[in-house]
């Protein structure tokens, strides 16, 4: 069974920092790209960061390119999202999902939902003003 499991969520201060973990087991790590979603109240989900988990190339959206950094921990089977600079416009259930990296990475649009066939829980991330 295929299981991704986020955490690291909380409580953050405008300015402030944090740190998302996802782990993975059940799949194939290094034939998998993991990405990040967020959805906000009332708005749509977006994808936020993807990694090829087998060279580790990143891809981000605008709205955090520059403030949040994605690694992956193979050993760990582990992807983490670092996000500074956290502004309220951030404060979102934010997800991680896995996908095939041929596909996801080689896609036009890597950070669309539709490129991810494994989604975790949520992780509730709050940036108070």
Same mark, same amino acid.
Not at 46 to 63: H, L, P, Q, V
Not at 82 to 110: F, H, W
């Given at each position: +069974?295929?299981?991704?499991?986020?955490?690291?969520?909380?409580?953050?201060?405008?300015?402030?920092?944090?740190?998302?973990?996802?782990?993975?087991?059940?799949?194939?790590?290094? +034939?998998?790209?993991?990405?990040?979603?967020?959805?906000?109240?009332?708005? +749509?989900?977006?994808?936020? =960061?993807?990694?090829?988990?087998?060279?580790?190339? =990143?891809?981000?959206?605008?709205?955090?390119?520059?403030?949040?950094?994605?690694?992956?921990?193979?050993? *760990?089977?582990?992807?983490?999202?670092?996000?500074?600079?956290? *502004?309220? +416009?951030?404060?979102?259930?934010?997800?991680?999902?896995?996908?095939?990296?041929?596909?996801?990475? =080689?896609?036009?649009?890597?950070?669309?939902?539709?490129?991810?066939?494994?989604?975790?829980?949520?992780?509730?991330?709050?940036?108070?003003?």
């Amino acid at each position: +069974e295929i299981q991704l499991q986020a955490s690291g969520g909380g409580l953050v201060q405008t300015g402030g920092s944090l740190r998302l973990s996802c782990v993975a087991s059940g799949l194939i790590f290094d +034939e998998s790209a993991i990405g990040w979603f967020r959805q906000a109240p009332g708005k +749509e989900r977006e994808g936020i =960061a993807c990694i090829d988990n087998d060279d580790g190339y =990143a891809y981000y959206a605008d709205s955090v390119k520059g403030r949040f950094t994605i690694s992956v921990d193979n050993a *760990k089977k582990t992807v983490y999202l670092q996000m500074n600079s956290l *502004k309220p +416009e951030d404060t979102a259930v934010y997800y991680c999902a896995a996908g095939d990296r041929t596909i996801v990475i =080689a896609s036009v649009t890597p950070l669309g939902e539709i490129m991810y066939d494994y989604w975790g829980q949520g992780t509730l991330v709050t940036v108070s003003s």
